[in-house]
Nanobody
Framework: QVQLVESGGGLVQTGGSLRLSCAAS????????MGWYRQAPGKQRELVAA???????IYADSVKGRFTISRDKGKNTVYLQMNSLKPEDTAVYYC???????????????WGQGTQVTVSS
């Protein structure tokens, strides 16, 4: 069973920084694409950043140049470094991955419980 546990959220002022962590168990992060999503009140969940098994990265236009996704193979953990934070970055941030099961051919999607990021103006 895959488990994703996020941490690192909190309250920060505009222009500040936070680093989110997503510790994975039951899977190996280098085999999967890993993503960070966020959901603000009253809005749909949106992709913020993702890193593929081949280490390619993609970012939402709204965070390019400010956020960086990375991973630590030894710790089986994915990070989201967030700099120059803005009030519009306020949301619950979720870690996500799709796990392929070769015995059944099934792909299952997993989400963490989320971590709140609040940026004050």
């Amino acid at each position: 069973q895959v488990q994703l546990v996020e941490s690192g959220g909190g309250l920060v002022q505009t222009g500040g920084s936070l680093r989110l962590s997503c510790a994975a168990s039951g899977t190996t992060i280098t085999f999967n694409a890993m993503g960070w999503y966020r959901q603000a009140p009253g809005k749909q969940r949106e992709l913020v950043a993702a890193i593929t098994s081949g280490s390619d990265t993609i970012y939402a236009d709204s965070v390019k140049g400010r956020f960086t996704i990375s991973r630590d193979k030894g710790k089986n953990t994915v990070y989201l470094q967030m700099n120059s934070l803005k009030p519009e970055d306020t949301a619950v941030y979720y870690c996500n991955t799709d796990q392929y099961y070769s015995d059944s051919g099934e792909v299952r999607e997993y989400w963490g419980q989320g971590t709140q990021v609040t940026v004050s103006s």
